[in-house]
């Protein structure tokens, strides 16, 4: 079955630097690649997402590339702002997996004033 | 207007209780899910349901059974509580159109702290 693992699990940056966090998948089939926050208290709320027939999406500060040959796809925050600090998770799926997201373990992003 | 709802927010309980935690979602969509986040905040997915029919049953305890009345409704149901059971359970709602996977709404989530 799918397979996602997530890098780094705690990320640490300077507000008005650049973040990256990086996410590896195993199976061909995935299509769908959403990008979800969750801040503290709240459940996790979708930030991007792309699918397997684009290589990149950018939406203000936010960028996700995917490389499907390589099987990873990756999210890019620039000009981070203390709002940016939260908890990210990748995940990947496609229709025949029964509806079903395989996750990522999370990043913790704290920007440093 | 809250998308996805859970309640109780907060559920503090002795184990061996029997607990439930009810969702609903007004937002239409046909497929529901709940969630469970440990401490070290892994998202590990227990349910789905699609039209009411159970899609997904991760290996999860059969203390946990879910409940699904209509499409707008996906409650929880926990048997003989454990120490292990706490944790934050998340509720969440997607639409599969197209043959595709789309957004899932995730509610407030419900902190469940087994004594």
């Known amino acids: 079955g799918e397979n996602v693992e997530q890098h780094p699990s705690t990320l640490s940056v300077q507000e008005g630097d650049s973040a990256v966090i990086k996410c590896t998948y195993s199976d061909s089939a995935s299509n769908y690649f959403p990008w979800y926050k969750q801040e503290l208290g709240k459940g996790p709320q979708l930030i991007i997402d792309?699918?397997?027939n684009v290589g990149e999406k950018k939406d203000q500060r936010i960028a996700v590339t995917l490389n499907k040959t390589a099987k990873h796809f990756s999210l890019h925050i620039t000009e981070t702002q203390p709002e940016d600090s939260a908890v990210y998770f990748c995940a990947a799926g496609y229709m025949d997996s029964n509806y079903q997201l395989i996750w990522g373990a999370g990043t913790k992003l704290i920007i440093k004033p | 207007d809250t998308a996805v709802s859970q309640t109780p927010k907060y559920l503090v309980t002795q184990m061996g209780n029997d607990k439930s935690i009810k969702c609903e979602q007004n937002?239409?969509?046909?497929?529901m899910y709940w969630y469970k986040q440990d401490s070290k905040k892994f998202l590990k997915i227990m349910f789905s349901y699609n039209n009411k029919e159970l899609i997904i049953n991760e290996t999860v305890p059969n203390r946990f059974s879910p409940k699904s009345p209509d499409k707008a409704h996906l409650n929880l149901h926990i048997n003989s509580l454990e120490l292990g059971d706490s944790a934050v359970y998340f509720c969440a709602s997607s639409q599969v159109a197209g043959g595709l996977l789309d957004t899932q709404y995730f509610g407030p989530g419900t902190r469940l702290t087994v004594l």
């Open positions: 792309i699918r397997s």
């Open positions: 937002l239409g969509h046909d497929t």
